[in-house]
């Protein structure tokens, strides 16, 4: 009787997969009145480049709020190394490191002036940031993209090994200890 019960309970789990293998609906071609449906790639290719764009014009801000304090982060590390070298210690280091990060920024600086040009223009999106031209759109975004790595290369860990340099500074001159 078990045996017999099992084969059922087997069988009947079998045909419940099948069935459930099964299409339930049948599919409908398309009447002629019926409007095409749009290319895949349309709207939501737009979708996304205006994502991009936006993200990139916020980065593109980020950057810019950057550069301006940068100068005066600049001249409070020149003011400390400066008084540092008065006091008669080795700054060779830090002032190199310093140098390499100014520079960068000046490079940076002048890549993100360029960048300026496609910000304003923006070629293929309105003023909003809809897209009105999908290829001008995507050739704005790549090439704002690609200002934006140059940025990005241009500082290239400057500020890390200022203050790797800044670090190692410390260690090889420790603070005098109070006795007391």
Not at 78 to 90: I, K, M, P
Not at 134 to 140: H, V
């Amino acid at each position: 009787m078990k045996s017999m019960t099992r084969k059922m309970l087997v069988a009947a789990v079998l045909a419940a997969f099948i069935v459930a293998a099964l299409p339930i609906s049948s599919a409908h071609a398309a009447d002629q009145a019926d409007p095409p449906t749009p290319p895949r790639g349309g709207r939501l290719a737009e979708r996304r480049l205006e994502f991009t764009w936006r993200r990139q014009q916020r980065i593109y801000a980020g950057v810019g709020r950057m550069l301006d304090r940068s100068q005066t982060t600049v001249d409070a590390m020149q003011t400390r190394v400066d008084r540092l070298a008065d006091e008669g210690r080795d700054v060779t280091a830090v002032q190199a490191a310093l140098s390499g990060f100014e520079a960068a920024l000046r490079n940076a600086h002048q890549i993100y002036e360029g960048a300026r040009g496609l910000i304003n223009s923006h070629q293929g999106f309105d003023a909003a940031g809809q897209v009105v031209g999908l290829d001008q759109a995507r050739e704005t975004a790549e090439a704002m993209g690609d200002r934006l790595r140059e940025i990005r290369e241009a500082m290239a860990g400057t500020l890390r090994a200022v203050q790797e340099a800044f670090r190692d500074f410390r260690e090889a001159n420790p603070p005098p200890s109070t006795a007391s």
